[in-house]
């Protein structure tokens, strides 16, 4: 018998609803492109700058000043912070004379820190016109800005003119001159206080000029050592008391000290060890 049931078919595939996505996301959507235009035409506030670096701070630096440190790392006006490639800032650092390491750090929140070591000057030295200072490995310093020379002894008699800042001096009388200096300031720091200039144009020569004392000491390149210093501090008050009119202390023999006016003073008698 047929059927008369005249109702709907009932189907075995719900109808779908509409998504709250659908609703959801054009207004978000909207609102997106209208904060990219206002921000492309006012610009984004530095709080919201997640990128850059708000503050930029200087350690370690006692002779630059921390505008010429900054500088000198090539930041900019507006510093990176976030994607910053610390690598390239440490190399830009590491070429300045005066900086001998640095360390590049970010710090939250938004702080950029540059940690330098630098240099320390051993000595000056005639450069161009002017004085520059090197430091113990014979780096070439320059005396810029406010910069004022330190109260270091001075090598002369070698034309350095040629080299340029941040340069190694690769003249061995003056790398063995600069180690003398380092020695004389660790163990007998009362002569390097009276050292004022050290003479090194002559071969097999090297002269130092006393503060206070008209006598230049007479040195050999090869025996700048600790012995002779002890022989130095020992003879130099003697010698100022008894022959202060003397214009030489020659200290290149082995077992003597021989003052250019006056007698032989042995050596053995100052010091009981030198070289």
Known sequence: MRSHYLG???SATPRRRGSRAFWIVPPCLALGLGCAAF????????PLRVWEAATVEVRGN????ATEVREAAALGNRP?????????VRARLNRHPWIASVEVRRIPWRTLRLEITERVPEALVPHRDGLAEVDADGVLLPLGGDRVAADLPTLTGLALDTLRFGARVPEPRVLAALDFLGRCR???REVWWRISEVRLGEPG???LVLQGFGAEVWLRPGSMGDGKLAVLQAVLPHLEKTMPEARVIDLRFRDQV???GGTAVP???????HS
């Open 8 to 10: 709907k078919a009932i």
């Open 39 to 46: 921000l492309a035409f006012c610009g984004v506030p530095a």
């Open 62 to 65: 006692r002779v630059l000043l």
């Open 80 to 88: 990176g912070w976030l994607f910053l490639d610390t690598g390239k």
């Open 186 to 188: 660790a163990s007998h």
């Open 205 to 207: 020569l090297v002269r």
């Open 258 to 260: 021989v003052v250019e």
């Open 267 to 273: 050596a053995s008698a100052a010091s009981p060890s």
